[in-house]
Nanobody, 119 residues
């Protein structure tokens, strides 16, 4: 059974870059075309927001509204994938999740990590 675990700083100041790591166990991030590896967040009191995805082949796609600030990458030797969100503001305060999608649908979720942006 695949497991995902997010890690990263819990508190940032405005204009900093948020780096998050998702460590995957129980399954490789490079196998099968019907899996994809995503980042999703949920701001307080709001719904889920998809940020970006990296496919089994390393291809990426991003939310149009955040594309200019978002980067998703991976380290296949460590079975990890990463999110970088630049120039953060308090509006980026949220719980951030890494997710394995199956045939495009979010399926396996990490427990989430709280990120707060405050001066």
């Amino acid at each position: 059974q695949v497991q995902l675990q997010e890690s990263g700083p819990g508190l940032l100041k405005p204009s900093q870059t948020l780096p998050l790591t998702c460590t995957v166990s129980g399954g490789s991030i490079t196998t099968t075309s019907y899996f994809a590896w995503s980042w999703i967040r949920q701001p307080p009191g709001k719904g889920l927001e998809w940020l970006g995805v990296i496919g089994y082949d390393g291809s990426t796609d991003y939310s149009p509204s955040l594309k200019s600030r978002t980067s998703v990458s991976r380290d296949t030797s460590k079975n990890q994938f990463f999110l970088q969100l630049s120039d953060v503001t308090p509006e980026d305060t949220a719980v951030y999740y890494c997710v394995r999608a199956v045939y495009g649908l979010p399926w396996d979720w990490g427990q989430g990590t709280q990120v707060t942006v405050s001066s």
